[in-house]
């Protein structure tokens, strides 16, 4: 039997990767104030219909349940969040800062970097419309691949404003019903042949040279917040690109995606979807909002691929599996006592293992430095007091076998 297309098995090495990237984003999150939530896995298919866009609807792992509802394991959380908030806006001071990290479903091809399922961190902010929000979660964004040790020469943040296309649109006389299938076109431009992207710009009346001119002119709409992103001293992390538009329907004004230099491959993405909340709540619950989701998938693959950020990445792996303390029994009659001893260390919070049956002390010593102990604590003949060995210099301390006086020689 072999896992579903798609799908993943999380050995321990693997699921301790995945828990640097997790307790990686985790910190940076909380760094800017943000606090965490969860919303359910399965939703009500509508939910995406009305809110999502048809491509991603054409994704849905979705079926009948037997209460003959129409749902769907989630592929994204923006409209899952956003019922959320209109529900109990109130209940919270603005703005509302919220991330949640989780599974989440898109029935596509599997490729490489794409999965069926994959992890995803997403943070949001709500009750802010100011340049200095945006500024803020692009910050947010960019400190949360530089915590893996990633830099401006890996990565950078394209930005755009959706604006900035109803603007050219409407001098264009393009109707706003066809403004999402023209965005589709500029979502794709640098994907598609040239030949198509001809034809599909034909239909708008539009030459692709026109578009080129008008894509090589800076945005006045975006020059406050590179001042606001410079001030942060974030400048050479980001550039103003008209092609980012995002492919989501809700989006409505600032738009950025995070690309890994080398790769040319998008790490993140997300925006401004300030009237998603007040369509959610039939117009009852009005409050703008900003967010952006990063996917465990491709940013690991660009970790392992990329040196520096590689090595920390090992580093965080091997001691995620070491324990912190190795115990050591020399005399088997005082098993009981060492057991007692490690038991009482543990509930202090240290990682400790040690055997489980009885065997050569030199053995013992081969397993700590296997499991990349850094300590061992020696019970044997001495008792009530025990040695502790730091394993990398072979420096030895005898002390009283008390947890609280072990805890500062070993942490």
């Not at 693959?301 to 520096?308: Q, S």
Request: proline share 4%; charged share 30%; hydrophobic share 45%.
């Amino acid at each position: 039997m072999q896992t579903l297309p798609g799908f993943r098995d999380f050995y321990p090495v693997d699921f301790a990767a995945r828990r640097y990237i997790f307790e990686g984003w985790r910190r940076v999150a909380r760094s800017y104030g943000f606090v965490e939530y969860e919303g359910p896995t399965l939703e009500s298919v509508d939910l995406y219909r009305k809110k999502s866009g048809g491509e991603l609807v054409g994704q849905l792992f979705d079926f009948t349940d037997k209460g003959k509802r129409e749902v769907a394991l989630r592929p994204e959380m923006t409209p899952t969040l956003a019922r959320m908030v209109a529900a109990k806006e109130r209940d919270f001071k603005k703005p509302i800062k919220w991330f949640s990290m989780g599974s989440f479903y898109r029935y596509e091809k599997q490729q490489d970097g794409r999965l069926r399922e994959f992890a995803q961190l997403n943070c949001d902010l709500f009750g802010d419309h100011s340049v200095a929000g945006e500024a803020e979660m692009i910050a947010l964004a960019i400190d949360l691949f530089r915590t893996f040790g990633l830099t401006e020469k890996d990565f950078y943040v394209r930005i755009n404003d959706r604006r900035v296309w109803e603007h050219f649109l409407s001098e264009r006389g393009v109707t706003t019903e066809r403004s999402e299938e023209f965005l589709q076109i500029i979502d794709k431009l640098e994907r598609e042949r040239e030949e198509v992207n001809v034809a599909k710009l034909a239909t708008f009346g539009i030459a692709l040279p026109e578009l080129r001119e008008f894509l090589a002119r800076p945005a006045p709409i975006l020059e406050s917040l590179a001042v606001a992103l410079a001030d942060r001293g974030l400048q050479d992390f980001v550039r103003f690109d008209a092609t980012i538009v995002r492919g989501l329907a809700y989006y409505t004004g600032v738009v950025f995606e995070v690309f890994a230099t080398a790769h040319g491959r998008a790490l993140a993405g997300g925006g401004r979807y300030d009237d998603l909340i007040k369509t959610l709540s039939d117009g009852s619950v009005d409050l703008p909002a900003l967010g952006f989701a990063v996917g465990d998938v491709v940013l690991e693959k660009v970790l392992r691929a990329t040196p520096h950020a590689a090595e920390k990445l090992e580093a965080a792996i091997r001691a995620d599996h070491a324990p912190q303390v190795f115990g050591v029994i020399a005399d088997e009659t005082r098993r009981a006592e060492a057991v007692k001893l490690f038991s009482e260390l543990r509930r202090e919070g240290l990682r400790v293992d040690y055997p489980l049956a009885a065997m050569k002390v030199g053995k013992q010593f081969q397993l700590a430095e296997q499991a990349g102990a850094p300590f061992a604590i020696v019970v044997g003949a001495e008792w009530p007091q025990v040695k502790v060995k730091t394993l990398a210099t072979r420096e030895e301390r005898v002390v009283p076998g008390e947890s609280s006086g072990l805890l500062s020689l070993v942490r």
